[in-house]
Structures are given as C-alpha cells and as structure tokens.
C-alpha cells in the first residue's frame, strides 16, 4: 500500500512549489533528473536549492530557461504593472514572447511518450495534460483537437508536469488530500491582456473536478493552472482524516512575492482509526467512582524549557508544529523579558520519558536555542475515555473523564464541532450547545 499525501495549500500551488516540495519530502532529485534529461526538450536547466520564505526554509525548484525561452514569471512589475505586450503562461505566471513555438496537447503527449519515464509517471502527467487542454479549450472556446497554446507548451510547464508526475511515483504516492485551494484576487496580465484572478483556466479546472475554492485578500496569482491540474489529475480527496499522524513534511518555495510567503506544505501522513472505547456509565450509576489512570498516561512526564529571543514567529510556529506530530505531549510559548528587557518567548515542551532525547534534538534543530532545560515532573491524571455524542447533524468524538468526587465531565472535540460549524453554515455555539448530556 502506497503513501497518503496531505497538501496544504492556505498559500496557493503551482507546478514547481509542487515539485519542489516533494523533493524536500525526500522524492530523488537524481530519478528527476533523469527523466527529465530523457525528453526530447531544450532551453533549459533545473535548479535545487533552498531558500527561506518568512524565515523558513524550504526547497526551491526552479526551471532555468535559456535567452530564446525566457518569461517574465518572476517580474512583479510586469505581471501586476503596465509594460504591455508579453504573454502570461501558467507555471507560476508564464510570461512569454510571440516567437515561441506553439505545442498542442498531442504534441506534448508525444514528448511525455518519448522520455523514460515509469508506466505510472507516464499516465499522471497525460492526465495533468488532458486537464489543462480541456481548461485551456474551454477558456478560449476552441475544440480540444484545435487547442495551440503557450500555457501547457511553455517548456517550464512541461517539465513542471513531468517533475511532478516522476516525484509522486519516486514518493509511491497513492492518495492525496487537498481540503482546499486558497487563491488571490485582483488581476494579472497574460497574453489577451488584464484578466482576473482567479484566471479563467484555474477556474474551470476546479469547476471541472470539484475541488473547493477560497479567495483571500492576497493581489495575485496564488493558484495556477499547473498546480490546479496536479491537485484534479491526483484525483485528490477533500476531507482529512479525522486523527493521522504526520510522517514527514515538505516545503516548497513559491518565485512571486506577495504579502503571504509562497510556502506550499505537502505532508506523507498515516490515517490513525478512532479507537473508540465502551462508553463510561451514566451519570447517576458512578457516584462512588474514583480516577484511575489510563495506561497511556501512566507515570511521570518531562518538561523541557528554554528561551529564545532571536528567532521569527514562523519559525516559532512552525517548530511547535513538529514538535507535536513528532509526539510531544504539550508545547508552549510564553512570552517573557530577556536580558536588558528584551522581548523574548520561552518554549516549553510536554514529553514522556522515552522522548526526551526525540524531542530535545528537534528543538535544536528548529530553534536557535543553545540549551534546554529539564524537570522530571510527577502528576495527576484523571481517568479518561473517548466516547462519541450524537447530534443532529452526525456523529462528534468526545473525551470523557471522571472527577474525583464521581462526576462525570464531557467536552466534545472541537476539530470534530467547527467541521460541522463550517460545513452547515452555522455558529459554533450553536453546534456545542446541541451536544447532548452525557
């Protein structure tokens, strides 16, 4: 059974934040490379290295293109100002000039064909192909059989959609998660002009497939057609487990600059089952009830602390992230005054015995920390279980535990409430104040 990959895609896609985010997941730049050097194409070099976004870093894949092939992807000027006269192409703008050759779908087809690439690989990218011909087709009212066009033809897509399609089987990926695309606004120039964003092929990709749609405040070009085709063409799912583990993350690097860093996040995840235990007694039939620990909590924890005054907030943030998939009980941050009263913030992390050195390893390596500090810490712990409430708009997991004195206390899940909050276009509230006593 092959691999389930998560994308998180809160700042947009594009055919090489994909591509490079799966070589930081692990994907072989060397298999890559390969493949690619097998096609019939020229006019360009492929670039990996990494670069920080926000003062993360993250892996950069980048299609060098020769004099003849050059675009103005990367001119913010260009692509937001009034320079007039280039093309916009997709993979990440695709601005291009009039003398560049034309290739159809069935010429690219042929290319794809023609390159040594695995039977899987081979029928991805003819799919990433077909979608973008069929939105291109659309946009411009045209047969599919008659669509010439720059988008798909441009050599830096190409080798978008072959880098992507050789990088999901290298992966053995097969599933993908996309809960939502988060596009821009505003407009952008292309080859007919100033067109809006989301442009007219993005938008009849997501049509087309059914894939969910947000628009933020960002001006510009967050999703593009490229990376609307890998999400349609991965035949990617729109709901999220509800428990999983994170095995491994990827960053990838966006060219453009805007307000929000152009990080797209890609996750190799493994679904966890609900582990839904009987449920605890009524009420009234456990007043003599006393808290014994669930084995899974048993015994002492560790806590590790230690201040840091010269690092980001996404840097931050992004820390505790792993920190918590990689097991960590709890992680903090609390603000605190350094030397001279300096602002600063104190990380302090939750952890069983058994992880201690895990964990300690990681906080060096995201932070910039130069020492850790360590408490053996004996507690408390309620006994627990997991139980599921009824409401009438489905099932919601909750935890249940037993107080001292007897009680019993049930807090729903709020992941499990705020789906249905959005889902049914209701508050909250209203959805917590639906749960039943339990």
Request: hydrophobic share 45%; net charge negative.
């Amino acid at each position: 059974m092959g691999n389930v990959l998560y994308l998180d895609c809160a700042s947009g896609i594009s055919g090489d934040m994909f591509a490079a985010a799966l070589l930081d997941l692990g994907a072989s730049e060397a298999r890559l490379r390969d493949a690619l050097a097998s096609l019939p194409l020229e006019g360009y070099e492929v670039r990996v290295s990494r670069v920080k976004k926000a003062g993360i870093d993250c892996c950069d894949f980048d299609v060098v293109l020769d004099e003849a092939h050059e675009n103005h992807d990367h001119d913010m000027a260009y692509l937001h100002g009034d320079t007039g006269g280039h093309d916009h192409l997709d993979h990440h703008a695709h601005g291009c000039h009039e003398h560049h050759e034309h290739r159809g779908p069935a010429d690219i087809d042929a290319i794809i064909d023609a390159g040594q690439l695995a039977p899987r690989a081979c029928e991805v990218a003819h799919r990433m192909v077909r979608v973008l011909a069929e939105a291109e087709a659309k946009a411009h009212a045209v047969p599919l059989d008659q669509v010439h066009f720059h988008e798909v033809g441009a050599v830096d897509s190409i080798v978008d959609i072959v880098a992507a399609a050789v990088l999901l089987d290298d992966l053995d990926i097969d599933r993908v998660i996309v809960p939502v695309l988060v596009d821009g606004c505003g407009t952008i120039r292309c080859q007919h002009g100033i067109i809006p964003v989301p442009v007219p092929a993005t938008l009849n990709i997501v049509q087309a497939h059914g894939i969910p749609l947000s628009i933020c405040k960002v001006t510009g070009e967050l999703v593009t057609p490229t990376g609307a085709a890998i999400v349609a063409a991965t035949r990617a799912e729109h709901v999220l487990p509800a428990r999983f583990c994170v095995r491994r993350t990827g960053l990838g690097a966006g060219k453009r600059t805007y307000e929000r860093p152009s990080i797209l996040r890609a996750m190799i995840i493994e679904e966890l089952a609900d582990n839904v235990v009987t449920p605890l007694p009524p009420e009234k039939h456990v007043e003599h009830a006393r808290p014994t620990l669930d084995a899974a909590y048993e015994g002492p924890v560790v806590r590790l602390e230690c201040d840091i005054d010269d690092t980001s907030g996404e840097v931050l943030a992004y820390a505790a992230e792993r920190l918590r998939a990689a097991g960590a009980r709890e992680v903090h941050w609390a603000p605190i005054f350094g030397k001279k009263g300096r602002p600063a913030w104190q990380l302090q992390v939750i952890a069983l015995p058994e992880d201690v050195e895990r964990l300690e390893a990681m906080i060096f390596a995201e932070t910039t920390t130069i020492g850790v500090r360590r408490w053996t810490c004996d507690r408390t712990v309620l006994a627990r279980e997991e139980t599921v409430l009824e409401t009438p708009w489905g099932p919601v997991r909750a935890k249940r535990v037993v107080l001292p004195d007897g009680t019993v206390r049930t807090r729903p899940e709020y992941e499990d409430a705020a789906t249905i909050a959005r889902r049914e276009g209701i508050a909250l509230q209203q959805v917590m104040a639906a749960m039943p006593s339990a």
